[in-house]
């Protein structure tokens, strides 16, 4: 346990040359070196991957720390297990505010300033994320009704400037060559899109594989308390943010919950539900994973995606594009997609260091490169030097490889690395720095590889250029700030508790939503779906949907005020 050293033999051999990771071998049990690397085990609620780090970025983790980081991703009852074993494990990353929240009370975080451990070994986080820590020392501060006020965390997408926004989330891709097949037809609505779906399909009925093509592929893994793909379609077409059991207009603090009559959720679930009618609804839909999905997307078996990552960075290999097919931005004309606006606090999806870690300043040393700019473009865009570097403007840049790797994540990566590009993207799933914060090394730039310089020159393929001339934009945020959107401020929210019983209701009744939703998309007629939307909100009611309701709406009340303080 490297902790096992005093800040005075510490500082010493810092001050004689022996690094910090050169330590690690050293145990508290007889101080005896080892090359052999430290195993963290790195519990992401956001991760889609089980088991050790491999590739890539495995490589650079053993290199600069000699460590290898096993991760453990959320599945049901992972959380429960763990909190009951009283160990969450080395690095925590919470996708879940409330779970964060039962951690800290449980005592299972990790005190950041014990020991001097930030000041020690994340002093870049300790120097450029003032606000963030300030800010999580607030949120302790609520959670333990005033008992204490720590930092056990850092919130994730921090920014070093409030002004900006993200980069635009919903980014509505589609099928471009087939849409300029048709002749560019007006797409101003939902009606409108699915015609226009419906009329890809019957002119391109097979993929590359020979398979059916379908509008969309969805998938369950990621459905919190609705199903997500019909929640983010009501969020990208109307603006809305996800909040509890519905949707929350930040423009003007009205809350929709998800199952209104007419309203906001039930519309887009009807959606799917004439896709699915008109056999334009992948039927593995239900029962596939995320990487099932990604699979079809290469090989265009799916015609439209909300996501950019379920649409166009799965489809747009070099390959495509030199043979003038690409998936890009088609937003209906009335569509508002929300984006998110930047804070120096950052979101809540925390990065902690477990309690029961024996390596605390080691994970706190991972913690502290992910959060470098050379550790955020690592996580997006691979090694540096091998994948990206600085020009000699500072201005950031793909190599030759850093280019194939983004156009094909199957590339092989070589240089000593096994495996290819995809093989070794660190699987963790959670930024610190906003995509679109400011890199302090670079020349003025942003993270965000679309900003970059480099990057906004002449298109490389005759299709890229077709998007640019059709719609008169050079990037997709030109594109969306030219048509309607909505600003979800960013304000220091803090989700309020919900009681044993609640969680309980809540669990309940999340379950029925998510049960009937799909259901209902699977509908073979009218009659069929009108039976499913009466039974899922029967059951959701018979469980306690009132009290669910009652307690997301507080939350938009909370969040309405916040919002109006800004602005006062």
């Given amino acids: 346990m490297r902790s096992f050293f005093g800040k005075k033999v510490m500082s010493l051999l810092l001050a004689t040359g022996v690094t910090v990771t050169s330590m690690v071998g050293l145990t508290a049990c007889g101080g005896s070196s080892s090359s052999e690397p430290v195993t963290l085990t790195v519990y992401s609620q956001l991760a889609n991957y089980n088991g050790e780090q491999i590739g890539w970025s495995a490589d650079i983790l053993k290199e600069k720390f000699n460590v290898k980081i096993n991760i453990v991703p959320e599945s049901d009852g992972t959380f429960q297990t763990r909190m009951e074993s009283g160990d969450l494990g080395d ?57 204490e006020e720590k930092i056990y965390g850092l919130g994730n997408s ?63 893994d990621w459905d919190g308390d609705m199903v997500m793909y019909v929640k983010s379609t009501a969020t990208a077409y109307y603006g809305y943010d996800e909040l509890g059991i519905g949707v929350y207009d930040p423009s003007t603090g009205d809350y929709h919950d998800c199952l209104r009559k007419d309203g906001v959720y039930l519309e887009m679930l009807k959606w799917y539900n004439k896709l ?104 997006q865009y691979g090694p540096k030097g091998e994948c990206w570097d600085y020009d000699e403007e ?64 002449e298109a490389d393929y005759k299709i890229q250029q077709d998007w640019r001339d059709k719609t008169g934009c050079d990037t997709l945020n030109q594109y969306f700030e030219g048509g309607k959107f ?44 009108d039976k499913h939307v009466a039974t899922m909100i029967k059951d959701a009611d018979s469980y306690g949907y009132d009290k669910c309701l009652e307690w997301s709406q507080g939350e938009a009340d909370a969040k309405t005020a916040l919002i109006q303080a800004l602005e006062n």
């Fill in 91 to 147: 690095i925590v990353v919470f996708g879940n505010p409330d779970y964060y929240k039962q951690a800290l009370q449980k005592g299972l975080l990790y005190d950041w300033e014990k020991d001097d451990v930030l000041h020690t070994y994340g002093p870049y986080i300790e120097e450029h994320m003032k606000d963030c820590l300030n800010w999580n020392k607030e949120v302790t501060k609520q959670i333990t009704d005033g008992k």
């Fill in 158 to 220: 921090v920014a070093t400037s409030s002004k900006d926004h993200q980069a635009f989330f919903y980014t509505w891709d589609t099928r471009w060559d087939y849409y300029k097949e048709l002749g560019y037809p007006t797409v101003k609505n939902m009606d409108d899109m699915f015609t226009l779906l419906k009329n890809m399909q019957d002119k391109h009925p097979k993929d590359e594989s020979g398979n059916k093509t379908y509008a969309v592929s969805l998938w369950p």
């Fill in 276 to 379: 699915y009618q008109n056999g334009l609804v992948d039927p593995d839909s239900m029962t596939q994973t995320y990487d099932n999905m990604a699979e079809k997307a290469r090989v265009g078996g799916i015609l439209f995606s909300i996501f950019n990552y379920s649409g166009s960075l799965q489809f747009n290999t070099d390959a495509h594009l030199s043979e003038d097919k690409m998936m890009y931005s088609l937003r209906p004309e009335e569509a508002s997609p929300i984006v998110y606006g930047l804070g120096t606090t950052g979101s809540d999806w925390y990065w902690a260091i477990g309690s029961q870690s024996k390596y605390p300043d080691l994970a706190m040393e991972v913690i502290n490169f992910l959060a470098t700019p050379e550790g955020t473009l690592m996580m």
């Fill in 394 to 457: 500072k201005n950031t840049y793909f190599t030759e490889h850093g280019k194939k790797c983004q156009n094909d994540k199957k590339t092989a990566m070589g240089n000593g690395h096994e495996g290819t590009y995809h093989d070794g993207e660190l699987q963790i799933n959670n930024t610190i720095w906003a995509l679109d914060s400011t890199n302090p090394e670079s020349n003025g730039e942003n993270y965000n590889k679309d900003s970059w310089k480099s990057n906004i020159t």
């Fill in 486 to 529: 909505l600003v979800m401020p960013e304000i220091k929210y803090v989700q309020s508790s919900q009681s044993d019983e609640l969680k309980t209701t809540w669990k309940q009744v999340t379950a029925a939503i998510r049960e009937g939703s799909w259901k209902a998309m699977y509908s073979k007629t009218d009659a069929e779906y």
